[in-house]
């Protein structure tokens, strides 16, 4: 006979995401006329980068010739990107990383669920409250927690709830974790980490042998110079933190499936006797294991992200979305609506109408407005009462939903 795994049946009733669709669906059908504007899940809108495209054709048209033609490539990426990505990720901000501390995959959202793999079961996590579903689910999944309380929150998890009270900044824990989850610039909240709070959490880890697990999906949104872009810029932070990158919302690889994780040499976890194993040669074994590398002509593409005219374009590409998210943030402000985020992320976090659940707003939005966003609980108890508005969106539809909220919907 053969067995579920149970810890999946711990999971809520649906991932945030599809649940959003499903709820969208129903309404749809029953007003086929309406117009929805989807300012919900965080895929981008704007095509590729022409010198994207460029690559990726060229690389197609390699694929076609026998003496041009790749099967498979290494796993870990091909050089030709993990050079490109040295010298402009890490190089450019004084940051020294060697070739075989970088692993090329299809996403972050990926890397992120899968390193949970590698780390014993009884590990203490700890996950800012709200955050990016993946990081709790895929613990849940591999049963590192028990059942879900009322407010959602899993037994055996370590919550740091990220409120208006602490500006939505995780605090230290008041007790000893192992793996922490971190996300800067954040999504949901749109907030940033100064050096002095990153400092502060890499030397917590190093403290407490604990590792943090570092989300920089969006620091190419950054516009404040202060302001890290990874974690590798903080001293310490190579022999207790993993970094993930992507192309998706950089770049426009959402549909393309590009990222990276760095796993430095020097960092290390423990057996139940107390002899140190290397991560990076652990994370190498798991990915090489499962994983058969992202395609030549994607990384062929990703590579032109960092030429001279991949460079201005997905400046220019960034700076659309940064100025829909101005607009987002003024428009809502404006019309008495309390909102955060927007200056160096591609979200806006506000606050529901009238004590509103996120939920209640979400429905309210869809009927009166027949715009989607987010609900903030679904990624986490402290998201109750807040909703996020992503700013990946044609320019006339933007400024279309901010004026049918503006209109429709009391602050």
């Known amino acids: 006979m053969a067995l579920v795994n149970e810890h999946y049946l711990k999971l809520k009733a649906g991932y945030l995401f599809p649940e959003i669709t499903r709820r969208v669906k129903a309404f749809t059908d029953a007003n086929p006329e309406v117009e929805i504007i989807r300012l919900g899940i965080g895929d981008v809108t704007q095509p590729l980068p022409p010198a994207v495209i460029d690559s990726l054709h060229q690389a197609v048209s390699e694929m076609g010739k026998p003496e041009t033609f790749r099967g498979y490539g290494p796993e870990q990426g091909y050089q030709f990107l993990i050079d490109l990505i040295l010298a402009n990720d890490y190089e450019a901000r004084s940051v020294r990383l060697d070739s075989d501390e970088v692993f ?218 940064m100025e829909n998210a101005r607009i987002i943030r003024e428009t809502l402000t404006s019309a008495g609506f309390t909102v955060y985020g927007g200056l160096n992320a591609p979200y806006i976090w506000m606050k529901t109408s009238g004590g509103m659940s996120s939920w209640e707003f979400f429905d309210q939005l869809l009927a009166e407005a027949h715009v989607v966003g987010t609900p903030g609980s679904g990624f986490g108890p402290s998201g109750e009462g807040y909703f996020r508005l992503s700013a990946f969106g044609n320019r006339e539809n933007i400024e279309e939903a901010v004026a049918r909220i503006r209109n429709k919907i009391s602050p």
Request: charged residues 20%; proline residues 6%; contains cysteine.
């Open 104 to 321: 090329v995959s299809d996403g972050s959202k990926c890397d992120s669920g899968n390193m949970q793999e590698i780390f014993a079961a009884d590990n203490v996590i700890a996950v800012a409250d709200p955050a990016y579903p993946v990081y709790v689910d895929t613990n849940v999944m591999a049963g590192r927690t028990g059942e879900a309380d009322a407010q959602g929150r899993y037994h055996g998890l370590y919550y740091m709830p990220c409120t208006e009270a602490n500006d939505f900044l995780p605090e230290l824990p008041d007790r000893k974790v192992d793996i922490i989850y971190l996300c800067f610039p954040n999504n949901p909240t749109g907030v940033v980490a100064n050096p002095q709070v990153l400092q502060a959490w890499v030397d917590y880890a190093l403290e407490n042998q604990a590792i943090i697990l570092f989300d920089a999906a969006y620091e190419a949104y950054i516009t404040e110079e202060q302001i890290p872009h990874s974690i590798y810029e903080i001293p310490g932070a190579k022999e207790c933190a993993i970094e993930f990158r992507s192309f998706s919302k950089t770049a426009g690889f959402t549909g393309t499936r590009c990222a990276y994780t760095v796993v430095p040499k020097g960092l290390v976890a423990r057996t139940a006797s107390g002899e140190p194993v290397s991560i990076n040669q652990l994370w190498n074994r798991r990915h090489t294991t499962k994983f058969n590398g992202v395609s030549y002509p994607v990384q062929v593409a990703a590579a032109a992200v960092y030429s001279d005219e991949g460079k201005f374009q997905v400046r220019e590409l960034i700076r659309y979305y």
